[in-house]
């Protein structure tokens, strides 16, 4: 309300949006004068003022165009950023999927008035009213990147690369004539159970898993299965992107899940490193630039919410980030990211990603599921060889 | 002391020293006169610190593991119950604390076993400028950065890093793969075994069992040990019947350090190791992805348990006669 009022609309349009219905009685429906600063949440390396790398900079030019100062909060997990926006004081946040539901449930976020954004047209069709910002048809934020778990693979222990998750979950002799065994990573997150589920979608149909975040009883525990004996195999589990590099070098790992980020920084070292996308399908995550329900800036957030949509920023951030932009457009022409980066990074690969989502008790597909909190429990006990 | 008698002291004092002016002269008259109030106004604002951030955290915490998680929402409810203490036993759980428990005593055992020769010879035989390169040889990794340390570790005892390198020049290859042949202490390699994590647990902890034993052992009185061989005990004998009991406080204060800092370390085993949980990384997993605060706060209770009786033994064997 007070954001409203600050932002110059009239009193009557304010009686008149509290009378309407709940979720459209916070969305704006003018832009105001820019307040002078934006507050943004952010994933480390997402908003960059070309401080790392003077070639990787959409901050300066936005502030020198609209007057608005960006202060960005860099948060590693979408536990804090769901904390953070709890605490209050910022306009946006760059939420994955897991975190952009419970805000949304939560009422920390408010609903966004895609009028108010030019180019909201120009954002990939397959995003536009994907389930992880968009609820009862409300959109709750602008699509911000996404991107693949890959398959990452050293070329000399494969010769071609590797049609199967097979590799990280069956002991077999590789190429190179020595078996996988001690030579596999996984990550470190009971996420990595959906990996798993996604596998026996493939290979064990009878089982009817639909979703791999969506497992009764009886799917969850083939899974679990599938994961012990991944645990025979696997020498560490993998959570921090610059260990399982440094294992990729020097520990003789030759096959993980793993981020195109990954890929792209042990590529450019010159290393034997590629990627693929096996048959099974992978899993992936999707951020959204979701408004704060009591935004203090909400016109610099709008004006930052269409900034960060242009080509320009979105072929920067995937170059940056080796994810996939939001915006189509940004596939081509972009200097920094070449025309052959998205296809690198997967872009036309978006059917076959299974997109990241918190597991619930009450799910869509079975309605009784296991939730996450157990997913937790039980993949230490797999780890711990239970 | 009566009423009649306080009223002459005061007559008394005040007939030696007249009252001095000002407010700070009267503050310093009144602190006099009272002692017990400068103590109070002295301990008030440490007391009060100890007791709201340090213990009153402790207790929310302590309190959160006396609720419980809903088995289908995954919220907590805040009903008092015992059911969450009970997760702790099961065998996954009970995993990690045994790991974690067996860590850190063979870590202090051995840094016991590590330190003694070391702190014995800076205590008795270094002199000068030798005394002060071990005080700079101890404490120097104490000041780099112990993340630095840890991934420098890391990249040692990695398959393709110098250990095996050096192992391999000295064809003794076969000797580190038997090791490594070994079950639950071997693994694929050295960096993702639980001999790795021994390792770099015990050299990043190390100065702190150093520093006890060598105070303990510079308080040996070398007479006693002169006395001891003129009386015709062997060295192994002056070793086992006085320098040992006199240096064993200094033995016990360090493995207070040794084991309760293994005890809580989450990082070491996430960098090093073989990816099975710590106690320190269930309580990270458990609070930040998992948001199942009534376990994650069992869990620490654990440690506490376990240093509680770790100190109550500590206490009788004299360790606190050394700080």
Redesign the interface.
């Known amino acids: 309300m007070k954001s409203l009022l600050k932002s110059g609309t009239s009193v009557m349009v304010v009686l008149a949006l509290a009378a309407s219905q709940a979720a459209a009685a916070d969305m704006m429906t003018a832009l105001g004068t820019p307040e002078g600063n934006v507050n943004i949440v952010a994933w480390p390396g997402y908003i960059e003022r070309g401080e790392t790398d003077a070639n990787f900079d959409w901050v300066t030019s936005f502030e020198k165009e609209t007057g608005c100062k960006v202060n960005v909060k860099s948060a590693n997990?979408s536990?804090e950023m769901v904390a953070l926006m709890n605490e209050g004081g910022f306009d946006l946040v760059t939420a994955s999927g897991d975190a952009s539901l419970r805000m949304i449930a939560g009422k920390r976020v408010q609903p966004i008035n895609t009028d108010l954004i030019p180019s909201w047209n120009s954002v990939d069709d397959r995003l536009k009213s994907a389930p992880w910002h968009t609820v009862n048809g409300v959109h709750y934020g602008t699509p911000y990147q996404w991107g693949p778990n890959v398959l990452m693979y050293n070329t000399e222990a494969f010769k071609e690369a590797p049609k199967s998750w097979d590799v990280v979950f069956k002991e077999m002799t590789l190429a190179d004539g020595k078996s996988n065994?001690?030579?596999v990573q996984a990550y470190?997150?009971?996420i990595h159970i959906a990996d798993a589920a996604q596998y026996l979608m493939a290979h064990n149909p009878e089982l009817g898993i639909k979703s791999p975040y969506e497992l009764n009883a009886d799917q969850y525990a083939a899974a679990l299965d599938l994961l012990r004996g991944q645990r025979e195999l696997?020498?560490?589990?993998w959570?921090?992107a610059f260990?399982q590099m440094?294992d990729f070098?020097?520990?003789?790992v030759v096959a993980s899940g793993s981020w195109p980020f990954q890929v792209n920084l042990l590529k450019s070292e010159g290393l034997p490193i590629a990627s693929t996308i096996p048959e099974e399908g992978v899993t992936g995550w999707a951020d959204t630039t979701m408004l704060h329900a009591d935004a203090e800036n909400p016109t610099c957030a709008y004006l930052w919410m269409e900034h960060s949509l242009s080509p320009k920023v979105q072929g920067d951030l995937a170059a940056w980030f080796g994810s996939n932009p939001a915006v189509p457009a940004a596939c081509k022409g972009n200097a920094l990211l070449g025309d052959e980066g998205c296809a690198t990074n997967g872009f036309d690969d978006f059917d076959r990603v299974s997109f990241w989502q918190t597991p619930?008790?009450k799910c869509e597909s079975q309605g009784e599921c296991v939730?996450?909190?157990r997913w937790?429990?039980?993949y230490?006990?797999v780890?711990?060889?239970? | 002391m009566t009423a009649a008698s306080s009223v002459t002291q005061t007559a008394q004092s005040s007939a030696i020293l007249p009252g001095q002016g000002g407010w700070t002269g009267s503050l310093s008259d009144k602190f006099w006169r009272n002692p017990k109030l400068l103590l109070i106004l002295m301990l008030t604002p440490p007391a009060l610190w100890l007791g709201i951030i340090y213990l009153g955290s402790l207790f929310a915490l302590l309190a959160q593991s006396f609720f419980s998680?809903d088995e289908?929402?995954?919220m907590v409810q805040y009903d008092l119950t015992l059911k969450t203490y009970g997760?702790l036993f099961?065998?996954?759980?009970l995993?990690?604390i045994i790991?974690t428990v067996s860590m850190a005593a063979i870590v202090t055992v051995a840094a016991a076993c590590v330190a003694f020769p070391i702190a014995y010879f800076a205590a008795r035989y270094a002199r000068g400028k030798w005394k002060a390169l071990f005080y700079i040889g101890v404490m120097l990794p104490l000041w780099s950065s112990y993340l630095v340390k840890v991934y420098a570790w890391?990249?040692i005892l990695?398959?393709?890093?110098i250990l095996t390198w050096i192992f391999a020049k000295l064809h003794l290859t076969w000797l580190l793969e038997a090791w490594l042949a070994i079950p639950i202490i071997g693994?694929?390699?050295l960096?993702?075994s639980y001999t790795g994590t021994f390792l770099v647990f015990l050299y990043v902890w190390l100065p702190f069992m150093v520093l006890p034993v060598q105070a303990a052992l510079e308080r040996v009185p070398g007479s006693y040990i002169e006395a001891s061989g003129d009386l015709g005990a062997t060295p192994g004998q002056t070793f086992r019947h006085v320098i040992f009991p006199l240096a064993l406080p200094g033995i016990v204060a360090g493995s207070i350090f040794t084991f309760s800092l293994t005890l809580g370390d989450y990082i070491i085993p996430?960098?090093v190791?073989?990816?099975?949980?710590f106690i320190g990384q269930?309580v990270y997993?458990?609070q930040?992805?998992?948001?199942?605060i009534p376990?994650a706060a069992a869990f620490t209770v654990v440690p506490i348990v376990i240093m509680g009786f770790y100190l109550w033994g500590a206490k009788r064997m004299g360790a606190f006669d050394a700080i």
């Open positions: 997990t536990d065994k001690g030579r470190d997150g009971p696997v020498s560490r589990y959570h921090d260990i440094d070098k020097n520990e003789g619930v008790s939730p996450y909190y937790v429990s039980d230490i006990g780890i711990g060889g239970r | 998680i289908f929402s995954g997760e099961r065998p996954a759980n995993d990690i790991r890391k990249l990695a398959k393709e890093g693994g694929y390699s960096s993702v996430q960098i190791g073989s990816s099975r949980l269930a997993a458990q930040g992805t998992a948001g199942n376990l």
